[in-house]
């Protein structure tokens, strides 16, 4: 074999392997929004708390789809707040005012990730969530949306 193609396949080799320490426990949330004058949004959020040997972080990657919209802007109010949590207690929270984005865009998705906590003491991590949201025009105001955490990592 040339030292060129040792060197690639070495390259590849390092690039490619992941971590051992590296570590991700999640769950899927599930929602579709009755909007009463335009198409129904769906909303999945994925709620991940990822770690290292160093450190954990929780992310909720948010993904919608509101089929044909036609320009319309279902949500006054759409805000995603996401908490790393050690058995139970708050480590961290981030929040995302993300209402403009699924307002503007028949599809997508972003991501909301907590500062980053060394993990000490080790065990009990989780992620967890909660969405505050006000449908345009519907009359009832803002509602709440409790997500599902996801399972306990070291």
């Known amino acids: 074999m040339s030292a060129f193609l040792m060197a690639s396949s070495a390259l590849f080799t390092v690039v490619a392997a992941p971590t051992a ?3 991700s426990q999640c769950q899927k949330n599930t929602r579709r929004f009755d909007i009463p004058w335009a198409s129904d949004v769906s909303v999945t959020i994925q709620l991940c708390v990822n770690g290292t040997a160093s450190s954990r972080r929780a992310v909720a990657t948010v993904t919608w789809d ?3 919209a036609n ?3 279902p949500f006054e109010k759409f805000d995603v707040f ?3 949590e050690r058995n139970d207690v708050s480590k961290s929270t ?3 005012d993300i209402d403009f984005k699924i307002n503007g865009s028949d599809w ?4 909301i990730a907590s500062e980053a906590v ?3 003491p080790r065990g009990g991590w989780t992620a967890d ?3 505050y949201y006000n449908i345009n025009n519907d009359g009832e105001g803002q509602k709440t949306w409790s997500l599902t955490g996801s399972p306990k990592m070291n």
């Open 118 to 120: 060394v993990p000490q």
């Open 66 to 68: 509101r089929g044909d």
């Open 71 to 73: 320009g319309a802007s």
């Open 108 to 111: 997508g998705a972003t991501a």
């Open 21 to 23: 320490e590296a570590a």
């Open 94 to 96: 981030r929040h995302g």
């Open 129 to 131: 969530g909660v969405v």
């Open 82 to 84: 996401v908490r790393l």
